[in-house]
């Protein structure tokens, strides 16, 4: 395997990192130290992949193209899993998710610019990006510590990414309320 396929490989482990969280539901809430860690990991690859990517001047790829689809993959089954083991309440995270995720595919699939369809995703995600870490802070206090000194160190490291992905959500939220 070249160097050049591993950019790729980090954005894909994101789709294996969403299986491993969902085959933990059987595990029930004790499980959720080990979901934090591999939401974290998952974070760190996406930290990693656009970079070494970028490192390597290595062209565009389906995989490439497709890392946001890959973060929301395993921001669901994160979210899944946390309504599954009853971490939130069903009729709340049902309800929510059984609006957004048809809502999110429709943008998608009408054919929208894809920073509309990225900016209307993250809209919907955003609560479910933190939700395993403001419920590991009732009940695996040590993981939601881990989670915000990875936040805090992901910030210092990657400020300017940070302020791009804000960037890029004000634009696709500006396009996306903007009249066709």
Known sequence: MGKRRLPDLLTASR???ASAI???????PQ?????TLLLLLGWTTDMLDGRLARRLDKGPTWIGEHEFQFDMLMVLASAIYLVAVGLVPRGLGISYLALAVPLSLAVHL?????LKFKAFTMLVAFPWVFAPFVVAYF??????YLGLLWMAVALVLDWRRFSGV???FLAGAKAFLRRP
């Open 15 to 17: 789709a294996l990192i």
């Open 22 to 28: 969902l085959g933990l539901i059987p595990a029930g």
């Open 31 to 35: 499980a959720l130290r080990s979901v």
């Open 110 to 114: 009408r054919g929208e610019e894809f």
């Open 139 to 144: 009940h695996e206090r040590q993981a939601a």
């Open 166 to 168: 804000v960037g890029d």
